[in-house]
């Protein structure tokens, strides 16, 4: 009997993988995906599935850079993605800005003096809520207008999040195509409540205790955490909208 080698697929590989900090920034965008399945791997929960014929893999990280750097390896190690999306909510530190914008960043910095450049050659459409240019990760949540406005005096950058430094590093250390796709889930309208501070747990996580000190110390504080969750909502969907053609292009030129 005469032996025939065929190629094999691997089964672990992904197309496209996608690092976000919570589930719900990725809620709407897996609704969407075919044969989604959920495993955990070391202290990561993966979710990985169809959008068309595209693999996707997905890693909850958890809110901050040393959380997302180690997850983005994890995904980089089981699954070696063609390409690397860090994906997510991001607070505006335009005027112009509204919730749910998509902010597509060509460089990113953070508050240490350090700069990755993005191989993005993205057009702008501002009066369509697409917004290219540069993002800078924070250490901390910034809550307040004023906070924000600092921040974009000294980076001159258009929107903040926590985490797509650590993913793009990671990225370039692994010679992994990158990039970053943020969604505007607080804008220069109003400060953030205080008790988002208290309200996000380490891993980014809704703390329920927290929630009900919050509203013992301050009973209108539920009209805030309530209006900052439709505007999650709405930063969720858009993000959904945006990145099903992004990860169909990408899967087609991988």
Avoid at 233 to 251: C, H, M
Wanted: charged letters at 25%; hydrophobic letters at 40%; proline letters at 3%.
């Amino acid at each position: 009997m005469s032996e025939t080698s065929e190629p094999t697929s691997d089964k672990a590989h992904a197309d496209i993988g996608i690092v976000c900090a919570l589930k719900m920034e990725l809620g709407p965008f897996l609704a969407r995906c075919d044969r989604v399945r959920k495993y955990v791997g070391g202290k990561f929960v993966f979710r990985g599935g169809f959008l068309g014929d595209a693999r996707v893999a997905i890693v909850e990280s958890g809110a901050g850079f040393a959380k997302a750097r180690r997850a983005t390896q994890a995904l980089v190690d089981a699954h070696t993605p063609d390409w690397v999306i860090s994906a997510g909510f991001s607070g505006a530190l335009r005027d112009e800005m509204r919730i749910g914008d998509i902010v597509v960043a060509n460089s990113i910095v953070d508050t240490h003096g350090h700069e990755l450049s993005v191989d993005m050659n993205m057009e702008a459409d501002p009066e369509h809520g697409l917004h290219v240019g540069r993002l800078v990760t924070a250490d901390e949540i910034v809550r307040t207008i004023d906070e924000k406005r600092a921040l974009a005096d000294r980076t001159e950058a258009l929107a903040c999040d926590m985490e797509s430094l650590a993913v793009a590093q990671v990225c370039q250390e692994t010679r992994t195509r990158f990039m970053a796709i943020r969604s505007i889930s607080d804008d220069l309208s109003r400060d953030l409540p205080a008790e988002v501070l208290t309200v996000l747990g380490g891993s980014g996580s809704i703390r329920a205790g927290a929630i009900a000190a919050s509203l013992i110390k301050r009973p209108s504080s539920v009209s805030d955490m309530w209006k900052l969750r439709e505007q999650a909502q709405t930063a969720a969907d858009k993000l959904s909208r945006f990145l099903d053609p992004i990860v169909e292009q990408l899967y087609e030129h991988r």
